[in-house]
Each structure stands twice: as structure tokens, then as C-alpha cells.
């Protein structure tokens, strides 16, 4: 299994510009998880489902950012319109059922001027 | 007040010493605890589980003290490959909390 996949690897945007990260995870897992860190915060997490339906996004910052999984191999997070703030790491994760291992993909690196 | 709080360090060690690292929750209610590995510009690992009874893999050793709210975790003989962010993480009600981190520097 190639682990849990994310793209693009790292984006710099301009302020006002639409961003769309995307996020396969491994295949069988029924909890998808989406992360932001830096280095203030830490990893805060954003918003996680299960079974490709959004269960708790008390994460999400604000109206600008939102999350879908249209299906089990497929999720898209998406900030609109971007701000140098939202520059950060963010980390899609899966896992199986109940508190198993978490996997992490390798981050997308976005940078927002 | 923070799900989970740990000491940022660095904590500088020379090789084949002994560090410990704690943490400490705020929900007494927590399910699971685990300690996640970090290294530079890179995804967090699972690096173990900790058990209620503690457990150890190889030079690391992991403790939880329910009473206190706090985990552990103790690596012996420490190896330059050993330097990375260690992350504490507690499982409450299908989600995870994350620590911020302590970052570990081991010196030859």
C-alpha cells in the first residue's frame, strides 16, 4: 500500500486565491482526518469523517475553509478566498474503527503571500 | 485550558544518555494514549501505545498515571537517530489531541 497520498506537495498562493488540497487515504480505512500545524498552534485538527460523512468539524476556522469526501478513496479541502495566515502544513490522516494507529500523509506545505 | 500540554525543551542530551519526557491532560475521561514521533519537515509517526500498566519497546518505555493525568516516556542508551519532535497524543470520543511537541537534540 502506498500510505496515504496528499496533493500537491507544497502550493504558494497569492491572498484572495483559491486553494483546493486534496487527500487519498489508505484503502479500508474508514476515518479520514484533516490537520493543520505550525508552529504557534501546534496540530490542531480540522475536521475528520467517517465512512465519507463529515462527523465533527468544530476545527474549521472559519466560512472560508471547507472539507468533502464524495467518496471512500477522495477528500478535498478547500480555503476560498486564501490569507497569509492560513499559511501552515496540513496533514490528511486515516485510520481504521475506535483509536487505532493513525496514518499520516506527507503534508502539503502552503504558503500564502 | 490546552487537551494536552507538554514542554516544548529542546532538551540537548549527549549520546547513551537517559531523557524523560511528561505530559499532562486535562480530560480525566481520556480513552487512549500514544506517543507520536516527528521528525523535521516531516508526518507525524506512531512511535507507541502506552497501556495502563506501561510498557516498553526496545530503549523506550512508556508510563500513564490516571490519578495525576499524566504520560511518559523514557528513552535509555539515546542514539543520534533518536533526535526528533516526540508528540503526546490522547484519544477522547473518536478524536485525537495532539501535544505541540517536545523537541529532543541528541549530541554526539
Known amino acids: 500500500d502506498a500510505g496515504v497520498i496528499q496533493s500537491p506537495r507544497h502550493e504558494v498562493t497569492e491572498m484572495g486565491q483559491e486553494v483546493t488540497l486534496r487527500c487519498k487515504p489508505i484503502?479500508?480505512?474508514?476515518?479520514l482526518f484533516w490537520y493543520r500545524q505550525t508552529m504557534m498552534r501546534g496540530l490542531e485538527l480540522l475536521i475528520y469523517?467517517?465512512?465519507?460523512?463529515?462527523?465533527?468539524d468544530s476545527g474549521m476556522p472559519e466560512d472560508r475553509f471547507s472539507a468533502k469526501m464524495p467518496n471512500a478513496s477522495f477528500s478535498t479541502l478547500k480555503i476560498q478566498p486564501s490569507e497569509p495566515r492560513d499559511s501552515a502544513v496540513y496533514f490528511c490522516a486515516s485510520s481504521l474503527p475506535g483509536n487505532n494507529e493513525q496514518f499520516f500523509g506527507p503534508g502539503t506545505r502552503l504558503t500564502v503571500l | 485550558r490546552k487537551e494536552v500540554e507538554q514542554d516544548p525543551g529542546p532538551f540537548n542530551v549527549p549520546e547513551g544518555a537517559t531523557v524523560a519526557f511528561n505530559c499532562t491532560y486535562s480530560n480525566s475521561a481520556s480513552q487512549s494514549f500514544f506517543w507520536y514521533r516527528q521528525d523535521c519537515r516531516k508526518e507525524p509517526k506512531l512511535l507507541m501505545s502506552v497501556y495502563s500498566s506501561g510498557n516498553e519497546d526496545g530503549r523506550f518505555t512508556a508510563q500513564l498515571n490516571r490519578a495525576s493525568q499524566y504520560i511518559s516516556l523514557l528513552i535509555r542508551d539515546s542514539k543520534l537517530s533518536d533526535s526528533a519532535t516526540y508528540l503526546c497524543v490522547v484519544y477522547n470520543f473518536n478524536k485525537f489531541y495532539f501535544g505541540s511537541g517536545t523537541k529532543l537534540n541528541v549530541k554526539p
Open positions: 469523517f467517517n465512512n465519507n460523512v463529515p462527523i465533527d
Open positions: 484503502s479500508g480505512h474508514d476515518y
